[in-house]
């Protein structure tokens, strides 16, 4: 019975030793980078306990899963009263602990309604568990294809809603460009990481692959592999150049998303979509010199929206 309790204490002793070590080390991670990346200004945030998650999130049971993605899990959970949504990444895949901080450092940093807001972090595991505001209302890239879901859950959205997302997610890509001390790069930007919360306001989510440097296609409902089955007589051709190519012929209609052509609630569609359309080569420009900034974008989506709103 002794040699039980002993063995017990012992393997209580290393899990404590665990947790106070992966404690010192994520701190000290989180705090360099932080300093590093915003020049020692930050917003505070909340610590939770590995049991606190667990608890939050009745032991990260399959039901409580939000979404999965190739390297993390989001999950649904309730803590100190509120509905919380819990990043969990997956330890065997390699380069998740930079991805972990990244998130941390950058997401810390942001006071922008387009963001999900970061409320803590757990730093008792290997790699630290974050907690963020309830995230619960699907993707863009889930609402541009509703057309091929079943049963899709939420409304299509309309070349006003398109326009309003794309205007407030160039407020937020031009924030992190203009708005830090050392420019913000997003580094993965896609549909599937601009969410959306209970008021159906855009948000991008996932700093996994951000960096911080010096100072110094929301359009047709396609996704780019799509491309490839769409031209199999010409082999693969980019998303970029495919648009382009219907643009210069006048054909633009033909690869609008259908759900936009049917819309008759916005007037002047037809110059709205050719501005918009342009307004994405100019992004796309060969030249970084001839490329608009993020501010001007953003100022010119707004133009677009307010038109047709």
Same mark, same amino acid.
């Given at each position: ?7 017990? =204490?012992?393997?209580?002793? +290393? ?25 020692? =200004?930050?917003?505070?945030?909340? +610590? !939770? ?6 608890? /939050? +999130? ?5 039901? =409580? ?19 919380? *949504?819990?990043?969990? !990444?997956? /330890? ?32 008792? +595991? ?53 708005? !830090? ?20 306001? /855009? ?63 916005? *007037? ?31 100022? =010119? ?9």
């Amino acid at each position: 019975m002794s040699s039980i309790l002993r063995k017990f =204490k012992l393997r209580e002793q +290393t899990q404590s030793t665990d947790k106070a070590t992966f404690v010192i080390r994520n701190g000290e991670s989180v705090l360099k980078e932080l300093i590093r990346a915003s020049n020692g =200004k930050y917003n505070p945030y909340c +610590t !939770f306990s590995a049991k606190e998650l667990e608890i /939050a +999130t009745n032991n990260y049971d399959s039901e =409580k899963v939000i979404m999965k993605r190739s390297f993390y899990t989001l999950y649904k959970g309730f803590c100190q009263e509120r509905l919380i *949504s819990v990043m969990k !990444f997956d /330890a065997s895949k390699p380069r998740m602990y930079d991805c972990c901080i990244n998130n941390i450092v950058y997401a810390s940093q942001m006071i922008h309604r387009c963001f999900f807001k970061l409320i803590g972090c757990c730093l008792e +595991t290997q790699i630290p568990i974050l907690v963020f505001e309830y995230i619960n209302c699907g993707s863009l890239a889930d609402r541009i294809r509703i057309q091929h879901n079943p049963q899709p859950q939420h409304e299509p959205l309309l070349l006003t809603h398109r326009l309003k997302i794309a205007k407030d997610i160039a407020n937020a890509i031009a924030y992190l460009h203009v708005g !830090f001390p050392r420019p913000v790069i997003f580094r993965d930007f896609k549909l599937s990481n601009i969410l959306f919360n209970e008021e159906n306001v /855009a948000k991008l989510f996932d700093f996994s692959f951000s960096i911080s440097i010096p100072e110094g296609e929301l359009l047709t409902g396609l996704r780019a592999f799509d491309l490839a089955r769409l031209n199999e007589d010409d082999g693969y051709v980019a998303l970029r150049d495919h648009v382009k190519k219907y643009f210069e012929e006048d054909r633009l209609n033909e690869i609008i998303d259908p759900l936009i052509m049917g819309d008759r609630s916005c *007037s002047g569609k037809e110059q709205q979509l050719q501005a918009y359309a342009h307004l994405i080569f100019e992004c796309v420009n060969e030249s970084p010199v001839d490329r608009p900034t993020m501010v001007d974008v953003a100022k =010119k989506l707004k133009q677009m929206y307010r038109s047709c709103a």
